[in-house]
């Protein structure tokens, strides 16, 4: 059984930084792609950052392209997602996802939520100005 737990969320002031985590369960971790949305209310789901199997390929959505980084720690099965920056449109729910599908034909696919099958709970993250 697949199962993704994020932390790491928090309230911080614009210009701050904060480290979400997604402790991974359940399957081979580093065969998977691995991404970041967020979820502020009335909006729709978005992607954010999307790391391909192996851990080389890295992807972000304009919005926060230059402010967050995606990585993974193999040997604790941990994803992250630093931001930097921070701004207070960058407050949503943040979910982590998992998909063993890529092949996708472009970076927004990559980042669509279509494109993943595993899901964590949610950290929430409120930036203030």
């Known amino acids: 059984q697949v199962q993704l737990v994020e932390s790491g969320g928090g309230s911080v002031q614009a210009g701050g930084s904060l480290r979400l985590s997604c402790a991974t369960f359940?399957?081979?971790?580093?065969?998977?792609?691995m991404a970041w949305f967020r979820q502020a209310p009335g909006k729709e789901r978005e992607g954010v950052a999307v790391?391909?199997?192996?851990?080389?390929?890295?992807y972000f959505a304009d919005s926060v392209k230059g402010r967050f980084t995606i990585s993974q720690d193999n040997a604790k099965n941990t994803l992250y997602l630093q931001m930097n920056s921070l701004k207070p449109e960058d407050t949503a729910m943040y979910y982590c996802?998992?998909?063993?599908?890529?092949?996708?034909?472009?970076?927004?696919?990559?980042?669509?939520?279509?494109?993943?099958?595993?899901w964590g709970q949610g950290t929430q993250v409120t930036v203030s100005s």
């Open positions: 996802a998992a998909s063993t599908r890529g092949g996708w034909v472009n970076l927004a696919r990559a980042l669509s939520p279509d494109s993943y099958d595993f």
């Open positions: 790391l391909y199997p192996g851990g080389v390929s890295t």
């Open positions: 359940g399957y081979s971790y580093s065969w998977y792609y």
